[in-house]
């Protein structure tokens, strides 16, 4: 859909697994749940300018003329892996 690229939504996830609630109200590990993924939106936002993807490629990929574009482009071979890398990097 174009919004937050999926690696930094995965990235996201495993924040959650390794340091999320365990109790419906754990104030302490949410906190440092926060903490970590707002740290991984700024550390990842500093070196792309953005999380969001269509942001990232220059192209909406919800749209086919987005996807299109990006396809021609090859910028899911040329740009997507260095995202990938930078989101996991965070670890």
């Known amino acids: 859909m174009g919004e937050t690229f999926a690696a930094v939504n995965g990235a996201f996830m495993v924040i959650c697994l390794k340091h999320g609630t365990i109790k419906a109200i754990d104030f302490n590990t949410s906190e440092k749940t926060y903490e970590l993924a707002k740290e991984l939106a700024t550390e990842f936002t500093s070196r792309n300018k953005s999380i969001v993807c269509k942001a990232l490629l220059g192209h909406d990929l919800s749209t086919p003329a987005g996807r299109n574009a ?15 890398i930078d989101a996991v990097d965070f670890f």
């Open 70 to 84: 990006v396809k021609g482009k090859t910028l899911t071979t040329t740009l997507c892996p260095k995202f990938v």
